[in-house]
């Protein structure tokens, strides 16, 4: 069978995936935080007909061999995390990460998990919570009757209680850093774990060492750009048409050599 059916079949489906990651970015593209993802590529093993450096029957060296190779796959996606541009919202509970650094929330396992979506809730206790209902860590309660809810840029949180004029501390704000971001898993609902290849989380407080800073009233909108999006889906089309010219030719060339008659 000539190799070009299976090296153009694993072509049409590395863009067949390509394709998914494109249409998974466009769906997010008002998704609160969301990071783009990246796709990349690596060409499978070559099948050495005659190894470069080999010597003929005459005694000379051949400078350069005869490699076919066997198609493509699909080595990594990769989140990229840019910064995606900070929305006004004036929601009093609303937090944008400025720069590098991740929300700690607690999940119902007890472990934690880590986002750049901002957009904060308060539970019926007056915990703050994510929007799927998991805890803020370091956790804040809001004190029954207190209002004017501020978050500083350092994270520190306020509120003015009943009959006072200045306002009073009631929590913290910490940002979580890592190594290698890229290497974190992917959770679904805005939400990352660690993993080996991200490292542990480096704990910092706004501002300090390389944490950003926040944005209280805002929240980070997606980084995916939707002409790059598109460029790609226009190239990912053309390439895919392209690799299945591949097979109908190969097959074409299959039906002469049938056809052949001693």
């Given at each position: 069978m000539i190799r070009s059916l299976t090296t153009a079949?694993?072509?049409m489906e590395a863009m067949q995936?390509?394709?998914d990651n494109i249409s998974n970015n466009l769906s997010n593209l008002h998704t609160n935080g969301y990071k783009r993802t990246r796709i990349e590529?690596?060409?499978l093993m070559y099948q050495a007909i005659r190894e470069p450096g080999v010597r003929n029957f005459e005694g000379s060296m051949a400078p350069a061999g005869i490699e076919v190779g066997l198609g493509v796959r699909s080595a990594s996606t990769q989140k990229v995390f840019e910064q995606g541009a900070p929305n006004l919202t004036d929601n009093p509970f609303d937090v944008a990460i400025s720069?590098?650094?991740f929300f700690q929330v607690t999940l119902p396992d007890g472990s934690t998990a880590y986002t750049r979506d901002g957009t904060f809730k308060l539970s019926s206790d007056g915990t703050l919570v994510t929007s799927a209902g998991f805890i803020v860590h370091p956790e804040?309660?809001?004190p029954e009757g207190s209002d004017?809810?501020?978050v500083e840029a350092d994270g520190r949180i306020t509120v003015k209680?009943?009959?006072e004029e200045l306002s009073t501390d009631i929590g913290q704000f910490e940002l979580a850093r890592f190594i290698n971001p890229a290497g974190l898993r992917s959770l679904g609902g805005n939400l990352f774990a660690v993993s080996d290849a991200s490292g542990v989380p480096i704990i910092n407080l706004p501002g300090e060492e390389g944490a950003g800073t926040l944005l209280h009233r805002y929240v980070e909108s997606s980084n995916v750009q939707i002409?790059?999006?598109m460029v790609s889906m226009i190239a990912a089309q053309r390439a895919y048409e392209i690799v299945s010219k591949a097979i109908t030719t190969s097959e074409e060339m299959l039906q002469i050599a049938n056809n052949l008659k001693r």
């Open positions: 079949a694993t072509g995936l390509y394709m590529f690596q060409d720069g590098s650094g804040v309660v809001l004017s809810f501020q209680m009943p009959g002409v790059d999006e």
